[in-house]
């Protein structure tokens, strides 16, 4: 089955002349790279070494979480050298070796938009408060490789009602820090910088929602997304906004970096959905990272396996339309 357009939000209203621009860039780039315009596509030759494990600062007082999987979690070093993170560069390793002196603190959020109680927040303000908690999640990216990982975090919901969004809130769109010097990456137009995501907003509220500041029990690794990444382990890894700045409450439907850069392949919603075939693969298996080449292909779940907990939050919609 081929992916139909994005029914969510209409190309033409949000792919402008600065987008298909750097949509252009891209391909330039990528072919100059050997990569190809698939958000998360395991096409660049890796080249190089992995690189040495690096461990965060244990966190203290967390919570184990009845949201947990039986599966064995993924070994740390997987986790944390073979990443997507193109602000630090393309390809599975660049991450963990380019965000090596990446400083995290101080750390500054600024809340905005539909809201009673906007403001900048530091990232100890943010985590006042809240027992963070161990969840052990699937996470799947749409290049059909899937991992377990054990986040430390707090449910999304929770910090977003401190703010009072307003009626008017449909929407919570997530902006990743835009600095060149510290994200050399984003000295390549790759994308269009800042990194965008955004949520409906019952899907920003729904419990199984994560803002991850660990993994593992220690501090994030910076080349998955430290201080401050979301994980919302039903939809496609691409949702899953690292490092990030800026949450603002919408009206609207708000861009999406990949949703803008090719809609036909990343849709908004981005709903792990076996059914429907990304248009140059296939969504309905999956390969586990840590079982080497000869590891087979694993049936891919609707929903990544937490159908249970969020099908009803799309009863009535055509995923295959709404992707
Ligand atoms: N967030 C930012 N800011 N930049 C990125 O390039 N990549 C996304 C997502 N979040 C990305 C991002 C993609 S495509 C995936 S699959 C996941 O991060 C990967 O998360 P991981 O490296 O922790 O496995």
Redesign the pocket.
Known sequence: MLIKRNACIPSSEITDRKVWEQRRDFLRIAALAGVSLA??APTESEGGSREPVVHGAPIKGIVKSRYRVEQKPTDYAD?TT??????FGIGKSK?ARNSRDFVTRPWNIQIEGECEAPGELGMEDILAGFTQEERIYR?R??EAWS?VIPWVGFPLGDLLKRFKPTSKARYVAFE?LYDPKRMPGQKRRVLDWP?REALRMDEAMHPLTLLATGLYGEALPN???APL?LVVPWKY??K????IVTIRFTEKAPPCTWNQMAPEEYGFYANVNPEVDHPRWSQRYERYIGEGLFGGKHRTLPFNGYAEEVASLYSGMDLTLYI
Not at 82 to 87: A, L, R, T
Not at 240 to 243: E, L, T
């Open positions: 958000g998360c986790i073979y990443n997507n993170f193109y602000e991450p996470f990216c749409v991992m990743t990194y080349q998955n997304g990444r890894g691409f899953s906004i690292k490092s």
